[in-house]
């Protein structure tokens, strides 16, 4: 399976516009990119080895955590990783679900929440 830069990021940013409008209003400080895999030191953030282990990468700092003091800093990155997500999909359906659930999991770390509380979310 795959899929041009375009039509992948396309799935991307409709990801972002189903998320229910209090989620997208309360996004704050954070660009979403695309990526083809993730890099080195991407890998290394989230403890990983293979690149094609790892379909989204939250990096920065959660809103929960943000201080009076958070000001005049960079967005916090949601990278989206194309390849690793197009290689664990067979059809156009699977990698547009897959897209949704990772934009979803990284927004979900932008808010503070962990894998382990995403997880239990998932039971």
């Known amino acids: 399976m795959h899929l041009t830069r375009k039509q992948f990021t396309r799935l991307v940013l409709e990801a972002l516009d189903s998320l229910p409008p209090r989620f997208q209003e309360a996004l704050e400080n954070v660009t979403v990119l695309v990526a083809d895999w993730p890099r080195p030191e991407q890998l290394r953030t989230a403890g990983l080895g293979g690149r094609g282990d790892l379909l989204g990468l939250y990096e920065g700092i959660p809103q929960v955590e943000r201080g009076s003091g958070y000001n005049m800093v960079l967005p916090d990155r949601i990278t989206i990783f194309q390849r690793p ?39």
């Open 85 to 123: 997500i197009e290689a664990v999909c067979e059809t156009v359906e699977q990698v547009t679900e897959e897209v949704r659930a990772t934009v979803v999991h990284e927004i979900a770390h932008h808010f503070g929440w962990s894998d382990e509380e995403l997880a239990e979310m998932g039971r």
